[in-house]
């Protein structure tokens, strides 16, 4: 028998999400794991933006070496994808995280990050982070990944809060005079 067990699932809304998982593969074969957490994006995003993702977390086997492989077509055990239709499609965003690795006895997996300019032209409301790997035999991960998406000021923002820096100069100088 196979356990996957999600530890911990957060989310806020400003936005970043973060989950904690164990895997135990009881089997004598190689075992697939699939799962997603998701939630939405408050304020959406529909701007220039950061994206980041990072896995990290431990490797253990009961009999000669542990492996655990991205599944499937993907490269990385970690996808970060955003919808801009409330999680019907996604699309990447572009920070996959985690390679294939194998140990002896109990090893560390990661640190693993990444971090990209988003994909734009969309108002971003959802946001999911879907783990797909295999687990050898025998063998036990635990995991923790994070993601998150934040906007880039518009050059916009900064002409405000310099004229408003500006106003509050002159406000002090004008009060100091009098």
């Known amino acids: 028998m196979s356990v996957l067990r999600l530890n911990n699932v957060s989310g806020h809304g400003d936005p970043d ?48 070496n542990v492996t655990i492989s991205p599944f499937g077509s993907s490269t990385a055990i970690q996808q970060f994808q955003l919808s801009a239709d409330n ?11 985690g390679p294939q690795a194998s140990a002896a006895g109990t090893a560390t997996y990661g640190t693993y990050a990444a971090d990209a300019s ?17 687990l050898t035999g025998k063998d036990s991960a635990s995991l923790v990944g ?3 998406i934040t906007p880039v000021p518009e050059p916009e923002s900064y002409s405000m809060l310099l004229v408003g820096l500006g ?3 002159f406000m002090a100088r004008r009060c100091k005079r009098a």
């Open 17 to 64: 999400l973060s989950y904690a998982v164990s895997a135990v593969n009881n089997n004598t074969y190689t075992q697939t794991y699939t799962f997603a957490v998701g939630e939405e994006i408050f304020p959406t995003v529909n701007s220039a933006n950061i994206v980041h993702a990072d896995i990290a977390g431990g490797l253990t086997t009961k009999d000669g």
């Open 146 to 148: 994070f993601a998150s």
């Open 167 to 169: 106003l509050m100069g």
């Open 87 to 97: 999680g019907a499609t996604f699309f990447t965003a572009g920070v996959d995280v």
């Open 118 to 134: 988003g994909p734009t032209g969309q108002t971003w409301n959802y946001m999911q982070i879907v783990s797909k790997f295999t």
